[in-house]
């Protein structure tokens, strides 16, 4: 059971828009900053958005990430069929540990 | 361009202590800017943050795996090593070291990103 949820996976069809909402509460969403990362199959994970809706250099604006209270959401638009991995939210919890959700399935029809 | 190299036995067998390095090149684990850390993926599920070492030494660890875990560091060969202790076969996983910020204030740290990551190391606890 992962302290951030998740939806276990979305769809959307090339060069559509998709969403992935990430929910917490106030011990770590509400209070940290929340960091989103992408897993393509047989890969590690790699930084997507850091510091709410920050991009690393070399990041796509075709990605986007937003805060609003104790959820955040990471957009993705013009999708690819690259782009279908796993995507995983995180952050930092009160009771002293980075905590993760359980990832999203995104599929590119 | 700084690259994390996981390395260690792929099997460990139940109650024994599991041990693993990671070799930075690229940069040096002796920068007062990160920190450097150790997360774990369960076959086919989430992740799960271990542990993390400054370059003072000091540690900080998932409350849930504190009793079990040791990290440490060896500057001179510019690594650091994870250990975990009494391991079962929940413990089987892909572990992976990163690198981190941190976000301190009033002497607590918070950490919110991780970046770059390992690319994981697969190590099966066997009964």
Do not use: M
């Amino acid at each position: 059971q992962s302290v951030l949820t998740q939806p276990p996976s979305v769809s959307a069809a090339p060069g559509q828009k998709v969403t992935i909402s990430c929910s917490g509460s106030s011990s770590n969403i509400g209070s940290n900053y929340v960091s989103w990362y992408q897993q393509l199959p047989g890969t590690a994970p790699k930084l997507l958005i850091y510091e709410n809706e920050k991009r690393p250099s070399g990041i796509p604006d075709r990605f986007s990430g937003s805060k609003s209270g104790t959820s955040a959401t990471l957009g993705i638009t013009g999708l690819q069929t690259g782009d279908e991995a796993d995507y995983y939210c995180g952050t930092w919890d009160s009771s002293l540990s980075a905590v993760f959700g359980g990832g999203t399935k995104l599929t590119v029809l | 361009q700084l690259q994390l190299q996981e390395s260690g036995p792929g099997l460990v067998k139940a109650s024994e202590t599991l041990s693993l390095t990671c070799t930075v090149s690229g940069g040096s684990i002796s920068s007062s800017s990160y920190y450097w850390g150790w997360i774990r993926q369960p076959p086919g599920k989430g992740l799960e943050w271990i542990g993390s070492i400054y370059y003072s030494g000091s540690t900080s660890y998932n409350p849930s795996l504190k009793s079990r875990v040791t990290i440490s560091a060896d500057t001179s060969k510019n690594q650091f090593s994870l250990q975990l202790s009494s391991v079962t076969a929940a413990d089987t996983a892909v572990f992976h070291c990163v690198r981190h910020p941190g976000y301190c204030s009033k002497g607590i740290c918070s950490y919110n990103w991780f970046d770059p990551w390992g690319q994981g190391t697969l190590v099966t606890v066997s009964s």
